[in-house]
């Protein structure tokens, strides 16, 4: 009984370590820590473009992904940026935005998203 009041275990930690152990794992440090870098950096419209940003953005290191929107009958119709079935959306990390930019300089149809 005498044991429970003075807060110490058989372990040798005390309650309060224990407590304050627990309580570490609620409030850690990287709550902060702003994780979501990915900009949209470009929209391409046909495979061949993309693959060949593809293997600029490889060659150079410069990590990415790829995101793919179909585009439904009526948006192709009468959209006239969209007359492609397919539109692939290439996001990069915010810090390679300039170096990626001068790496597609030259290409041709392609809509950088970034400014």
């Known amino acids: 009984m005498a044991n ?3 807060g110490g275990s058989r372990g040798g930690r005390g309650l309060n370590q224990i ?3 627990t309580r570490g794992a ?5 709550t902060s820590v702003k994780v979501n870098n990915e900009v949209a ?20 290191r410069i990590s990415y992904y790829v995101k ?4 439904g009958f009526f948006k192709r119709m009468f959209d006239s940026e969209t007359k492609e079935k397919i539109i692939f959306i290439i ?7 300039e170096q990626a930019k001068e ?10 998203l970034v400014t």
């Open 4 to 6: 429970l009041k003075t």
């Open 19 to 21: 407590t304050n152990s």
């Open 26 to 30: 609620e409030s850690t440090e990287l």
């Open 41 to 60: 950096f470009c929209k391409v419209y046909n495979i061949k473009q993309k693959e060949a940003i593809e293997r600029l953005l490889l060659q150079n």
């Open 68 to 71: 793919w929107q179909e585009q």
């Open 91 to 97: 996001c990069i990390h915010d810090t390679a935005i």
């Open 103 to 112: 790496l597609v300089a030259d290409m041709q149809d392609i809509k950088l």
